[in-house]
Nanobody, 117 residues
C-alpha cells in the first residue's frame, strides 16, 4: 500500500502562484510514475502533469508554460509549482502515484485550489 498526503492548496488571485506538495509513504519503492490531477465542479477528473521515476514529464496543454512538476525520489515527494494562475484552474487537485505492481493507482485526499478573478 502507498499513502499520499497533499498540502499547499488555498485561495489566490488570478495571476498569482501556489505550490502543491505531495508526500508518499508506505511501499514507496514500488512507485514509478507520480502526478497531479484535478477535478472542477461538474467536470471529470483530468491530468494536470505527471513525472516518471527518471524525470520524464507530461503536461496538459492548458497548463504548459505555467505549471512545473518536480520530484524528489529520496524524499518520496512530488511538487507542482503553479504560476500565473487563472480562474479556470480552480479545482480540487489530487496527487497520484502508479505502482509497478499491477500498475495499481493510488490517490491522495485532494486539496482545494481556488483562483479568484
Amino acid at each position: 500500500q502507498v499513502q499520499l498526503v497533499e498540502s499547499g492548496g488555498g485561495l489566490v488571485q488570478a495571476g498569482g502562484s501556489l505550490r502543491l506538495s505531495c508526500a508518499a509513504s508506505g511501499r514507496t519503492g514500488s512507485i514509478n510514475r507520480m502526478g497531479w490531477y484535478r477535478q472542477a465542479p461538474g467536470k471529470q477528473r483530468e491530468l494536470v502533469a505527471r513525472i516518471s521515476i527518471v524525470g520524464d514529464t507530461n503536461y496538459a496543454d492548458s497548463v504548459k508554460g505555467r505549471f512545473t512538476i518536480s520530484r524528489d525520489n529520496t524524499k518520496n515527494t512530488v511538487d507542482l509549482q503553479m504560476n500565473n494562475l487563472k480562474p479556470e484552474d480552480t479545482a480540487v487537485y489530487y496527487c497520484n502515484a502508479q505502482s509497478v505492481v499491477a500498475l495499481r493507482e493510488y490517490w491522495g485526499q485532494g486539496t482545494q485550489v481556488t483562483v479568484s478573478s
